[in-house]
């Protein structure tokens, strides 16, 4: 069974930078896709940002396209999600997800789910 357990996030002002990782477990093949959506209050949840094992591809969506940077390190079994120049918008509860499948940028397309941690950008 795939675990996914998050940590970082919280509150920070605009402009500012916060990190969150998440550390996975219980892939059963080295092929699968891993990443984070978000969930602001009151919208759908969406895909931020994914990368691939084993060839480390990394997707963005459109919204963070050079604020954030997703990175993994394979000894740690952990990705990162680098995000600098956060505005309000960023705001919400941010998932680890993975999924097996080549498609990955839909709630509909994951197969496992972390619990959420919370990013406010707020002054």
């Known amino acids: 069974q795939v675990q996914l357990v998050e940590s970082g996030g919280g509150l920070v002002q605009p402009g500012g930078s916060l990190r969150l990782s998440c550390a996975a477990s219980?892939?059963?093949?080295?092929?699968?896709?891993i990443g984070w959506f978000r969930q602001a209050p009151g919208k759908e949840r969406e895909g931020v940002s994914s990368?691939?094992?084993?060839?480390?591809?990394?997707t963005y969506a459109n919204s963070v396209k050079g604020r954030f940077t997703i990175s993994r390190d394979n000894a740690k079994n952990t990705v990162y999600l680098q995000m600098n120049s956060l505005k309000s918008e960023d705001t919400g509860v941010y998932y680890c997800a993975a999924s097996y499948g080549d498609s990955w940028n839909q709630p509909q397309y994951i197969d496992y789910w972390g619990k959420g941690r919370l990013v406010t950008v707020s002054s």
């Open positions: 219980g892939f059963v093949s080295d092929y699968y896709r």
């Open positions: 990368i691939s094992s084993p060839y480390g591809r990394p």
